[in-house]
């Protein structure tokens, strides 16, 4: 089960598909900086591959954003971007997150925002999730942008650690209140 569409966007379980746009994204400098660089052809396959697991297990995780109404008919059905509720080690155990990532032609329309809000009602509606987070890294000014436009204020700053570095973060939240 997917988030319901929004005027603009609809959401979908990612496929083997979808792999080339996957790779626009995952493979893409610009896109990766938050992720210290772009992902190799074996991350990108195996972040769809977390994500179909995550759909078994969860019933939720990264999900496919398409257009609904897109300008051209290149751009049926084609993933612009994911998003989505997965669970992450933020300040406790296991928290549901909303995550997103987008790729950059599709930057600075409102989508990821879009997206995000989509999310996180699904998580509070259909999950009953009483709180929400999302994880940004500390230099992402555009990605706080998007959690602040959910509602979301940062609950603490914390130190993750991957692809050997350390990268400080900041963990937002919101309560169903």
Known sequence: MTPAAT????FREMTAADLPELRAILQNEQAMVAYEGPFTDNEVEAWLAKQLANYQQHGFGLWAVEL???ASEAERGKLIGQCGITYQ???SPRVLEVGYLFNPAYWHHGY????????RDYAFNELGATEVYSQVRDT?????NVVIRQ???IKSRFI???????MPHYAFKITRD
Request: hydrophobic letters at 40%; aromatic letters at 4%.
């Open 7 to 10: 005027e603009r966007i609809a």
């Open 89 to 91: 080690d933020i300040d």
């Open 151 to 153: 509602g979301m204020t």
């Open 160 to 166: 993750k650690h991957y692809r050997g570095v350390k």
């Open 68 to 70: 609904r109404n897109p």
């Open 140 to 144: 992402n000014i555009a990605s706080m």
């Open 112 to 119: 990821a925002a879009e997206a995000a809000r989509a999310a």
